[in-house]
């Protein structure tokens, strides 16, 4: 996250940003489910695909997230019971009704 340019403990502050925009969380989850290692390194490859051109222009080396890529491509077929998906965030905000 720091490489896409996000301050260390942006997710962390999340609901403290909220307030500061007026805002009070009314709810906070996340999860991450356990895939068939063929779908989920499938999803990873595409995932570092998706972000390519920011990875890169962020100064991560296009040859280096290719690679990435292809590993996670080519360990879809490895020994692999199951992978896991990426972590979601739900953050559920609402404006306080004023006093």
Do not use: C
Not at 39 to 53: D, N, P, Q, S
Not at 74 to 93: C, H, I, M, R, T
Request: aromatic fraction near 8%; proline fraction near 4%; charged fraction near 20%.
């Amino acid at each position: 996250m720091d490489l896409a340019g996000l301050p260390h403990g942006t997710v962390e502050g999340l609901d403290g940003a909220a307030r500061a925009a007026g805002l009070e969380v009314s709810d906070a989850t996340g999860f991450f489910t356990f895939l068939d290692p063929g779908l989920g390194f499938e999803i990873h490859a595409a995932t570092l695909a998706a972000v390519r051109e920011r990875a890169v222009g962020s100064g991560i080396a296009a040859e280096r997230v290719d690679q990435v890529a292809a590993e996670l491509q080519a360990a879809k077929n490895g020994q692999y019971e199951w992978v896991s998906s990426p972590f979601f965030l739900d953050l559920a905000l609402r404006k306080p009704v004023a006093a």
